[in-house]
T-cell receptor, first 112, second 115 residues
Framework: EDKVVQSPLSLVVHEGDTVTLNCSYE??????LLWYKQEKKAPTFLFML????IEKKSGRLSSILDKKELSSILNITATQTGDSAIYLCAVERGSTLGRLYFGRGTQLTVWP | NAGVTQTPKFRILKIGQSMTLQCTQD?????MYWYRQDPGMGLKLIYYSVGAGITDKGEVPNGYNVSRSTTEDFPLRLELAAPSQTSVYFC??????????????FGPGTRLTVT
């Protein structure tokens, strides 16, 4: 059975801290891994990582895909209260294009 | 562009009632999806569509039906509502070209309670 596991499930930090969120997966025929941010409503897209693009960066957020370890990390540096959200990891299989398998998410809370 | 829109935002149903959740996208995306999200859980795929007239089951299709008569609309039908269908429902869409679909864009969600 395909699995996507995120850790930790919740995390509380103070503004300015650096955090690392983890996502491990066991899926057959892996195609891509996506990160989404969810703030009380709809998830919004952050990054897509594939075999041809294993590292992405946008401002204070960056993500790396480790295909050997079947995992990905999402780093957030100099956290701000606006980073408080649920961060979702999802994996796509090449045999079922478009279908995403989501983890349970990491609830990040940033205190001022 | 409005993106992906969903109606209604909230709904309370009695057990055994039926309803349709509406989803429309104006980005000319060919792929559309319906997910449900239970508290503390990730999203589970209910149904998806790769184009008008084509639909397929996801992980949790029981108790739901869909149709896709146009590119823009992808309604989700709940028949004989049950308390287990209490959840937040998200519609999403994505564009597919070449090697496969790109990232999915989500609507604002519908919070459904069945009592």
């Amino acid at each position: 059975e395909d699995k996507v596991v995120q850790s930790p499930l919740s995390l509380v930090v103070h503004e300015g801290d650096t955090v690392t969120l983890n996502c491990s997966y066991e899926v057959t025929n892996f195609r891509s891994l996506l990160w989404y941010k969810q703030e009380k409503k709809a998830p919004t897209f952050l990054f897509m990582l594939t075999s041809s693009g294993i590292e992405k960066k946008s401002g204070r957020l960056s993500s790396i895909l480790d295909k050997k370890e079947l995992s990905s990390i999402l780093n957030i540096t100099a956290t701000q209260t606006g980073d408080s959200a649920i961060y979702l990891c999802a994996v796509e299989r090449g045999s079922t294009l478009g279908r995403l398998y989501f983890g349970r998410g990491t609830q990040l809370t940033v205190w001022p | 562009n409005a993106g992906v829109t969903q109606t209604p935002k909230f709904r309370i149903l009695k057990i055994g009632q039926s309803m349709t959740l509406q989803c429309t996208q104006d980005m000319n995306h060919n792929y559309m999806y319906w997910y449900r999200q239970d508290p503390g859980m990730g999203l589970k795929l209910i149904y998806y569509s790769v184009g008008a007239g084509i639909t397929d089951k996801g992980e949790v299709p029981n108790g739901y039906n869909v149709s896709r008569s146009t590119t823009e609309d992808f309604p989700l039908r709940l028949e004989l509502a049950a308390p287990s269908q209490t959840s937040v429902y998200f519609c999403a869409s994505s564009y597919s070209a070449g090697a496969g679909p790109y990232e999915q864009y989500f609507g604002p969600g519908t919070r459904l309670t069945v009592t």
